[in-house]
């Protein structure tokens, strides 16, 4: 059974997405069509309800500042490409950056920069799987499946910056 809770956040309502025994989604609004996975709201009793809880108090602390890490059983599911380049962006310290072109080279494949950067838009669990970490070779903050504003904001966020995102 799939279940999802929605969830507010400085950078806008989040949908929350479980099974029995994972985390497989944050969707930033609009959010997916629920009813189209068939996927039941959350109402307690199961275990994907706990690992939705446990999703939400994790990214409120996270979203309070007093998180840097995740500890979620998560699993996207995707191409063996997408899912190395997931796994990569989980050892992506919180409050630093780094270039697509760096991700790819630490994934073995120095030439992959535009297959890096179309694996890391297609995170189906941002935040908490950082792909907004990952920015141009410049410095520029390039694509995100939130949009740029939320990158900019979770940026600042790690980064102790200034935040002024206004979301809903």
Same mark, same amino acid.
């Given at each position: 059974?799939?279940?999802? +809770?929605l969830?507010p ?6 949908? !929350? #997405?479980?099974?029995?025994s994972h985390?497989?989604?944050?969707y930033?609004?609009?959010h997916?069509?629920e009813?189209? %996975? &068939? ?11 706990a ?6 108090? &994790?990214?409120? *602390?996270?979203?309070?500042?007093? #998180?840097?890490?995740?500890? !979620? ?8 490409? &997408? ?8 050892? $992506?310290? /919180?409050? &630093? ?6 991700? @790819?080279?630490? !994934? %073995? @494949?120095p030439? @992959?920069?535009?297959?890096? %950067?179309?694996a =890391?838009?297609? =995170?189906? $669990? ?5 792909? /907004?970490? #990952?920015?141009?070779?410049?410095? +520029?903050?390039?694509g ?12 600042? /966020?790690?980064?102790?910056? *200034?935040?002024?995102?206004r #979301?809903g």
């Open positions: 059974m799939t279940c999802f +809770d969830m956040s400085p950078v806008g309502e989040l949908m !929350l #997405v479980a099974t029995e985390l497989v989604g944050v930033f609004t609009p997916p069509d009813s189209a %996975g &068939q996927w039941r709201r959350a109402a307690g009793g199961t275990a994907a309800d690992i939705l809880a446990r999703a939400r108090a &994790q990214l409120t *602390e996270y979203f309070t500042g007093t #998180v840097t890490q995740f500890d !979620l059983p998560l699993q996207a599911r995707g191409t063996p490409f &997408q899912t190395q380049v997931w796994d990569a962006l989980r050892a $992506i310290p /919180h409050g &630093q950056t780094i270039s697509y072109g760096e991700l @790819a080279r630490r !994934l %073995g @494949a030439k @992959a920069m535009r297959a890096v %950067g179309a =890391n838009g297609r =995170n189906p $669990i941002p935040i908490i799987v950082p792909c /907004h970490r #990952v920015i141009g070779a410049r410095g +520029d903050l390039t995100f499946g939130g949009g740029l504003e939320r990158k900019r904001w979770l940026l600042a /966020h790690e980064g102790g910056g *200034e935040l002024e995102l #979301v």
